[in-house]
Structure formats: structure tokens, C-alpha cells
């Protein structure tokens, strides 16, 4: 039903809700899950995640992070209505909210001090 977002995946680099999403629409597309974002846990949004601590039960953490991935991509200093815009369709039943925006803007900030 794609109401949750917990399982946003990448599609060609655009957000998509795998639930929702037809095996032979993937064909030939790039699919890039949370296991692919980096090997070894480099990822700013990895960093800033375990930095700020943001899971509480971690089922939506996955999909919280794609959606993250794409917005960091587009826009490397998201103001706090860029990031709730962004963020509408992941649900995080734990309410970790303002700590997801924290990491994304710290996200960010190792994003912008790396390059």
C-alpha cells in the first residue's frame, strides 16, 4: 500500500516504495537498497545516524535513510521544511522525528566538509 515508507529503496536514484513497485518495472534499472548507500558504514547519513543515535526499534531506519540518500543528493543543505517535505511518506511509529532531521542536517554538514 506504500503508506510507510519503510521499504524505500533507489531506483535509478529516485525514492521509490518497493512494496508498490512491479519486478518488470525494475528491468534493467539501477536498484541500490540500504546495503548499497556504502560498504563499510561511510556514508554521511550512516555516520550522523550512529552519531546521533536515531533508532529507537529500527523498522523504518532503512527506508528513513533511502529517502534521506536522494534528498542529501539533490539538496546538500536542506532546511528543517526541506527534510519534513522530503521525509513526508516514511512513518517512524517510535516518534524519533527531530532526531532523524538532526542527523540529516549533520548528515549534511560531513557531506559539505568532504568535499
Do not use: F
Amino acid at each position: 500500500m506504500a503508506q510507510c515508507g519503510a521499504c524505500t529503496v533507489h531506483l535509478d536514484g529516485e525514492a521509490i516504495r518497493s512494496c508498490v513497485k512491479r519486478v518488470s518495472d525494475a528491468t534493467g534499472k539501477d536498484i541500490t537498497t540500504i546495503e548499497g548507500l556504502s560498504p563499510d558504514l561511510s556514508h554521511p547519513l550512516q555516520k550522523a545516524w550512529m552519531e546521533i543515535d536515531v533508532p529507537q526499534c529500527g523498522y523504518c531506519q532503512s527506508g528513513q535513510l533511502m529517502s534521506a540518500a536522494v534528498l542529501l543528493a539533490e539538496n546538500s543543505s536542506p532546511t528543517d521544511n526541506d527534510i519534513d517535505e522530503a521525509m513526508t511518506g516514511n512513518i517512524c511509529r517510535c516518534g524519533t522525528y527531530p532526531r532523524i532531521r538532526s542527523a540529516i542536517h549533520r548528515a549534511a554538514e560531513i557531506k559539505r566538509s568532504t568535499t
